[in-house]
């Protein structure tokens, strides 16, 4: 079980530690070729962090070229599976020292509470890392039935240089998710972290060289997404661009690919996520809790944000009484301070965007019965967690993913509209279902249109189960699982002929 610290102890932590601020490129940190900076800011207290690297196609071109170097003297790529496991195993170990550390750096970038950094974000990361590197030695590859006269080979073989390009929600998780399955098939990978969020992605390079991972195997290269990102899209050298964020900028990666080399692009993008509450559901507390966490977990700015409660009328008063009694478990503050479940809002854009959403809800004719308005504390970007009854299916709020702590409910006749509702958005990321009936928990959760579905709880599944979009929320692959290693993978047919009438002979 992790061990949480104190408020003074983070505090402490945080006067003390030492930023990574730029570009970590064939392991060594870089400042970028044009020397250009973009300010990293603390959400919780609007003060400048430090000044990031920001890097251009010329960075990029640089950490493509090393990565491709390292590849081709297969110093990774062709490392014993075993030894790679062993490598990536401990980096863990040593990510596992840092992880206070970790937490904090993670915390101060992205405003979220140090409670879950400590206790989810880093665990996670670390186990996510592990589950890969065991996999490494685990995996085999195929032949084929084709008979004795041949042997069909099908094996895998790293695709070369991978790319990733993060969001700033998960800075940590998405990373493990990604470079996870690209080390242990033995890729060289290049991380654009998103411009808000660079530090743990920079620390976590640096504890790969300590750990043993050869320099230009894992370069981060932090900048923004017209230069650093768009270079990366473009780039001939790169074979595989894993690109979690949203759904607009994903189309711009399959128009670069297009544009270039047709690499491969893998998406994991929005969602505006059901919790579907039907007739028959029955422990209505249970299913309350699961509601708020899944709104409200990390202020709402998680791609599979239940931000949509469609709820039976049957069982609508009490579960709602029952939604408004766990707000109160969910106190907003101060990041650092492991009270607080809530933190800040990512940035001042954010901020304004969800505000603007909290407005229209409003305006349109949803009621508000909890929050609903931003919390003033300084310069911090704090919104109050906000729920909104008497949703309709036309309004904004009801369509539009928001991505900040709101929540709109919305009372229907029958199941079976439920499930209409449900599944009437653009978006198929994530559904959660709550039922008693073992009949309706099989047939309503096929009939969700989402790549995962958690019946009576919300949940995204675990390391083990494959993690994407159904419609706009995803194109191209999976994360998580073995099949993540699908990505970052090319699959050769190997034909031995083992016939007696060779070509030779017929001729
Ligand atoms: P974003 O799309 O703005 O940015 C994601 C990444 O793309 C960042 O690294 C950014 O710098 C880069 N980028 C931005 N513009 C670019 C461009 N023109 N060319 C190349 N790269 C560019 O997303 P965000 O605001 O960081 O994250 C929020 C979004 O991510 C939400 O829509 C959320 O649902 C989604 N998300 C999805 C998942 C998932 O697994 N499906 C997980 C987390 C977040």
């Given amino acids: 079980m992790p061990t949480l610290l104190t408020h003074e102890e983070y ?17 060594k940190f870089a400042a970028p070729k044009s020397g250009n900076r973009m300010d990293t800011l603390n959400p919780a207290t609007g003060e400048k962090i430090g000044e990031m690297a920001n890097c251009g196609a010329e960075d990029v071109d640089y950490a493509v070229t090393k990565a491709r170097e390292v590849f081709d003297r ?93 969001p700033w929600n998960f800075p940590l998780m998405m990373l493990a998710w990604k470079i996870g399955p690209a080390l242990s098939a033995g890729n060289s990978v290049i991380v654009k972290p998103a411009e808000q969020t660079s530090m743990t992605a920079l620390r976590v390079a640096e504890l790969a060289a300590e750990a043993g991972i ?3 195997v894992l370069n981060v290269v932090p900048g923004d997404g017209p230069g650093a990102g768009e270079a990366i899209g473009r780039h001939d050298g790169i074979q595989v661009v894993s690109f979690t964020g949203s759904t607009e900028v994903g189309r711009r990666f399959l128009e670069y690919s297009a544009q270039s080399n047709l690499k491969r692009v893998v998406l994991e993008c929005g969602g505006k996520n059901p919790a579907l509450v039907l007739s028959d559901a029955h422990n209505l507390e249970h299913a ?39 707000l109160r478990e969910w106190r907003t503050g101060d990041p650092l301070d492991p009270a607080n479940r809530l933190g800040a809002i990512i940035s001042a854009e954010q901020y304004e965007k969800i505000l603007g959403y909290i407005a229209t809800g409003k305006k349109e004719g949803a009621t508000v019965i909890a929050g609903g308005n931003a919390i003033k504390a300084g310069d911090g970007l704090f919104i109050e967690p906000t729920i909104f009854d008497n949703v309709t299916s036309d309004m904004t709020i009801a369509r539009e993913e928001i991505f900040g702590p709101v929540m709109a409910i919305m009372e229907v006749s029958s199941d079976a509209k439920g499930l209409e509702l449900a599944n009437d958005t653009c978006y198929g990321l994530q559904a959660s ?10 047939r309503y959760a096929r009939a969700l249109q ?14 083990a189960t494959p993690f994407g979009g159904y419609k706009l929320s995803g194109f191209g692959g999976r994360d998580n699982s073995l099949q993540a290693h699908e990505q970052y993978c090319e699959t050769k047919t190997i034909w031995i002929d083992l016939s007696d009438d060779s070509i030779d002979e017929e001729i």
């Avoid at 505090?11 to 392991?27: F, M, T, V």
């Avoid at 990390?298 to 709820?311: E, F, L």
């Avoid at 279902?433 to 099989?442: D, F, I, R």
């Fill in 288 to 326: 309350a809790k699961h509601i708020v966490y899944a709104a409200l977990w990390n202020m709402g700015q998680n791609c599979t944000a239940n931000s949509r409660v469609i709820v039976h009328r049957d069982v609508k008063q009490e579960l709602v009484e029952r939604i408004l009694g766990q």
């Fill in 214 to 216: 050869p320099d230009g």
């Fill in 450 to 463: 989402a790549g995962t579905v958690s019946v009576n709880c919300y949940a995204e599944g675990d390391i």
């Fill in 74 to 166: 297969g110093e990774w790529s062709r490392m014993h599976p075993s030894e790679r496991k062993q490598i990536m195993i401990q980096l863990c170990k040593l990510m596992q020292r840092d992880r206070h550390q970790l937490a904090v750096l993670e915390s101060l970038e992205s405003g979220k509470p140090i409670l879950e950094c400590q206790m989810t974000d880093v665990p996670e990361t670390i186990a996510c890392l592990k589950w890969h590197a065991e996999a490494t030695d685990k995996l085999y590859d195929q032949i084929s039935p084709s008979g004795d006269d041949a042997i069909g080979m099908i094996v895998r073989e790293p695709v070369g240089v991978a790319a990733c390009v993060l």
């Fill in 433 to 442: 279902l709550y039922t008693s009936n073992v009949k309706n928990a099989h």
């Fill in 11 to 27: 505090q402490a932590i945080a006067r003390d530690l030492s930023l990574p601020l730029n570009a970590y490129i064939n392991g």
